[in-house]
């Protein structure tokens, strides 16, 4: 394999990756089948197969059932419904459902329906959201980083095993990377939900 093609592609790839638009959302309740057709063609970009499912009816039924999404108005999911989706979307490849339930439900039950109060579930979207430009900046940057770093590695090594040594090397450096974030992020829910039990600890 190149290597260094391949992260050439991925980088290309990056550049393609946007996030669903809060303008681009209905702004009419939709049926599940048409919310699925919509995350299906908003987020194909973010697809690992061709055939791979963005989200599914089993999808949206166990996210009610775990109190993870709020009960659809007779049958019709509204925009809040589908920003609460796209949320679920991004945090459920690296957390487990009880940690996106601390993490999304009191935000929901904060802002969810609120349309009218200072701060609506929309707010919050675009203003999370918005920051996703220089992010994917500062993650191509840190990625070169490491690749360039991850080619120095097993030096005096030539040929196929020393590409799949960097390669692996590299595969490391980058899973490294998402199990510290991945762990920051469980100790801040399991510190919201030791919080929550114990009100006192805020001040602290």
Do not use: W
Request: glycine residues 2%.
């Amino acid at each position: 394999m190149n290597t260094k093609q391949f992260l050439s592609d991925i980088l290309d790839e990056f550049n393609k990756i946007d996030y669903v638009k809060p303008e681009d959302i209905p702004n009419i309740d939709l049926y599940m089948d048409q919310v699925t057709t919509f995350m299906d063609s908003q987020l194909a970009t973010s697809k690992r197969h061709e055939d791979d499912k963005i989200l599914t009816k089993t999808m949206i039924n166990n996210y009610a059932k775990n109190d993870l999404l709020p009960p659809p108005e007779k049958k019709k999911y509204s925009k809040e419904h589908v920003l609460t989706l796209i949320f679920i979307y991004y945090f459920k490849s690296i957390l487990s459902i009880s940690d996106i339930q601390s993490i999304l439900n009191p935000i929901t039950g904060r802002y969810f329906g609120k349309g009218s109060s200072e701060m609506s579930l929309e707010d919050i979207y675009k203003e999370v959201f918005g920051l996703e430009h220089q992010e994917t900046l500062n993650i191509m940057k840190d990625l070169a980083k490491k690749f360039n770093t991850s080619m120095k590695t097993f030096e005096g090594m030539e040929g196929e095993d020393a590409e799949l040594l960097r390669t692996f090397s590299f595969i490391c450096m980058l899973s490294y990377d998402v199990y510290l974030k991945k762990t920051i992020i469980e100790r801040i829910v399991d510190q919201m939900l030791h919080e929550e039990k114990d009100p006192s600890k805020k001040e602290k």
